[in-house]
Structures are given as structure tokens and as C-alpha cells.
């Protein structure tokens, strides 16, 4: 069973273009805080596995104790992307690309997961 947590280094709220996207494929989030790796911490969340998927967390993300293992799967960053769009259809192309990466990968777990928790070891 997974039982999924959404963190960040850094919490930077809410984003209107991923608010959009994901709208458009059913899914709204608008309800969601940005939140931190720490304040999960903090409320005592215990990680088996913990997935970062940008550079920024990859390099940066804390030490964890116990058996806790890091698996960094890398999507592109959105809102870097789109910041050289020429127009608002360009950037909001960005944002669905890297929200249909992520789908797909997310529709392999837990194999895919658990084969590059394996592939580290």
C-alpha cells in the first residue's frame, strides 16, 4: 500500500496555470497548501520511501533516519519552463506535458517505484 505526502523544500503556494491543468484532466487542487518537507516532519510523518522529482530536491533533500530510502525520479520544472513562452497556450503546453509525464509514471507504481528502490541498492 502507498500512501502518499506532497512536500517541498520550499513552499511557494499555489501555481494558477498547475490549478488549470489539472482541472482540465479532472483533478482539482484547489483545495491543496503548498507545504514542507518539514512540517510533515515535524507532525511525526514516518517515510519508507521518499520520491523527489526536481534537480533542486534531489541535491538538497535532508538526511533521513532509519531505513527511509531516496529515490529521485527528475520531471522538468513547469513554471521555469514557461517563463520563456511566448504566449499563454506555450507555457500552459509546458505544464500539461510535465502533468502527462507524471501521470504515467504514477500509473506504473508501486513496480516501477520499487524497481528503482531496488536499482539504487
Not at 26 to 48: E, H, M, N, P, R
Request: some cysteine.
Amino acid at each position: 500500500m502507498i500512501e502518499p505526502f506532497s512536500a517541498g523544500i520550499v513552499a511557494h503556494g499555489q501555481n494558477p496555470n498547475a490549478i488549470r491543468v489539472m482541472a482540465e484532466a479532472g483533478v482539482d487542487i484547489t483545495g491543496q497548501a503548498s507545504k514542507t518537507l518539514g512540517s510533515l516532519l515535524d507532525a511525526g510523518v514516518a517515510f519508507d520511501v521518499v520520491v523527489t522529482v526536481c534537480g533542486h530536491a534531489d541535491e538538497n533533500c535532508p538526511v533521513f533516519p532509519g531505513r527511509t530510502r531516496v529515490v529521485h525520479r527528475g520531471f522538468d520544472d513547469p513554471p521555469k519552463l514557461a517563463k520563456n513562452a511566448k504566449t499563454e497556450e506555450e507555457a500552459l503546453g509546458h505544464y500539461r506535458r510535465v502533468r502527462d509525464e507524471i501521470r504515467a509514471w504514477i500509473e506504473t507504481l508501486p513496480e516501477s517505484l520499487m524497481s528503482q528502490v531496488e536499482r539504487e541498492r
